[in-house]
């Protein structure tokens, strides 16, 4: 298996622009987690989704963030209009139910700059 | 609520050097207490993890944790540290329904040569 894949790996846009992140899970996870980690406050779980549908956006941080899974093999993660308090880097892990261990894989995260 | 704790922002030792990283957790059960470790510029990979059994659990690349229920602590220790091993290290406790990672603050982990 590939791994949980996000694209793109880095990510530079100017203040207002429109940012969109995209992840992959792993083939026949049915759970998919998107964290930010910032210097100031670590690792924080944004959002999770479960059979596509989203279960618990709390750790959302504000309405220009939005997040979707149209299919069980994709999700994305919008902002708009991005800030440059938005600067971080987003990871997105998958997992699969029933199973003992509750592993989260993670993707290789995606680096956001924005100016 | 369920937190994780690591004490330690950051860690110097000398390469062969042993190596103690400190995390506390706070959880009302029995919890499943997982270390990553993070590269520069790189995801984020298990090391190990614990979830019932044998409290001192091994792990990938030499590392081994030691459960103590009497302390509320998970420690990661290696005897032997590499100049590959400088990386950032996560201590996080599996919470709330979709047993969803809640991290530590990380502890970044230098190798003197």
């Known amino acids: 298996d590939a791994g949980v894949i996000q694209s793109p790996r880095h990510e530079v846009t100017e203040m207002g622009q429109e940012v969109t992140l995209r992840c992959k899970p792993i083939?026949?996870?049915?759970?998919l987690f998107w964290y930010r980690q910032t210097m100031m406050r670590g690792l924080e779980l944004l959002i999770y989704?479960?059979?596509?549908?989203?279960?618990?956006d709390s750790g959302m941080p504000e309405d220009r963030f939005s997040a979707k899974m149209p299919n069980a093999s994709f999700s994305t993660l919008k902002i708009q209009p991005s800030e440059p308090r938005d600067s971080a880097v987003y990871f997105c892990?998958?997992?699969?139910?029933?199973?003992?261990?509750?592993?989260?894989?993670f993707g290789p995260g995606t680096r956001l700059t924005v100016l | 609520a369920q937190s994780v704790t690591q004490p330690d922002i950051h860690i110097t030792v000398s390469e062969g050097a042993s190596l103690e990283l400190r995390c506390n957790y706070s959880?009302?059960?029995?919890?499943?207490l997982f270390w990553y470790v993070q590269s520069p510029g790189q995801g984020l990979q298990l090391l190990l993890k614990y979830f019932s059994g044998d409290t001192l659990v091994q792990g990938i690349k030499g590392f081994e944790a030691e459960f103590k229920r009497s302390q509320s602590s998970f420690n990661l220790r290696k005897p032997s540290v590499h100049w590959s091993d400088a990386a950032e290290y996560f201590c996080?406790?599996?919470?709330?329904?979709?047993?969803?990672?809640?991290f530590g603050s990380g502890t970044q982990l230098t190798v003197l040569p």
């Open positions: 892990a998958s997992r699969i139910s029933g199973s003992s261990y509750n592993e989260q894989f």
């Open positions: 959880y009302g059960a029995t919890p499943y």
């Open positions: 083939s026949g996870h049915d759970y």
């Open positions: 996080a406790v599996l919470s709330g329904s979709a047993r969803q990672l809640t």
């Open positions: 989704f479960n059979n596509n549908v989203p279960i618990d």
